[in-house]
């Protein structure tokens, strides 16, 4: 049998209680990451249209050292650059690639990468191709930051530091010790990474994010994905211009990939206005935010302060149980397993968007209830 391995493997997902499949999404949205409802937003519609009307090509042709280096990237880099406050912007297809992309080639080797222990899949994959030494440190602890690096020094190490962290983590819902990792960086002549992918959109003045502040510092790079609350696709890079000029010179996965599309680069232009010019938005989902803590309390979901609410259940075949009777009753939660979290915390993940209302949030609490009965 040709894929003997492969049918092996998913037959030990499946008797693991691993295996996943696709299928169409149902029921009201407790799963999505577009918190601020952009993703079909007229506005935003309105903008696609206005851009293919006049011309604005759906795909770029080529890389962007080739022909495919379109206005509309240099634009909403230009613009984002603007808007978060940094020197240059670089815009990728996906934060999962543009992730990868800095992991591999903006640490060098002899530098030693610090990241947390809960940091994006994206960046362990960019870990995987760098040259440099990597450790992980004890999740949100900057003390345990600290003592890596100093270990490492102890031990002869002599390049450059990385301290890689994200500002909001995805399947906790709680927020990185940004000001305390920002002195550590700065007693070790360190570079501060921080993923922004769930914090954009929903943190900071005009939806800036959690790093809003940092941004703009040379020892300073942030990521901003397109796909969660700015609705679009795509990611950003924020940080010193020649972080830019490094990734398009030295990077290899952004100099031989095709460019995202430029109806796209637009489309999160737009979105980056939206953030500005509608306030509301953010306000109506902090609304929410607040409506379900005090609804899913009762059924042991903990407040987070965002707008991801974990109810960590422990056994995978229960949370997956639990999320099917859920999503049953016309509720789109989802159970997330190992490994996507640490054996023994399957849990499920609540997503607050502005695709749901206040009462949406007290009857998933009803049905949540009778489902972990």
Partial sequence: MIFADQDRDLAKLAAADRYRS???RTGIDFASNDYLGLAGS??????????LSRGVPVGSGGSRLLRGNAPEHETLEAEAA?????????????????????FATLPQRGDLIVHDALIHASAHEGMRLTRAT??????????????????????GGTGRVWIAVESLYSMDGDRAPLADLAQVADRHDAILLID????????????RGLAEGLDGRANVIT??????????????????????EF????????????????????????ALRIMADEPARRDQLWGLIATAERMLAPHGVAATGSQILPLVLGDAARTMRVASAIQAAGFDVRGIRPPTVPDGTSRLRISLTLNATAADSAALGMVMGKALQ
């Fill in 42 to 51: 007229d506005r935003l519609r309105a903008a696609m249209i206005e851009a």
């Fill in 247 to 270: 990734i398009v010179n030295r990077g290899r996965g952004f100099i031989f990939s095709t460019a995202p599309s430029p109806l796209m680069a637009l489309a999160v232009g737009e």
């Fill in 22 to 24: 696709l299928r169409p």
């Fill in 134 to 155: 990597c450790v992980s440190a004890a999740h949100n602890d900057a003390d345990a930051f600290e003592d890596a690096i100093t270990a490492w020094r102890a031990t």
């Fill in 82 to 102: 603007r808007f978060f406050g940094t020197e240059a912007a670089l815009f990728f297809a996906s934060g999962y690639i543009a992730n990868t992309i800095l």
């Fill in 223 to 244: 990521l901003r994905t397109c796909g969660k609350a700015l609705g679009c696709e795509g990611a950003l890079l924020c940080g010193p211009a020649v972080m830019r």
């Fill in 196 to 207: 922004e992918a769930h914090a954009t959109g929903v943190f900071g003045t005009d939806g």
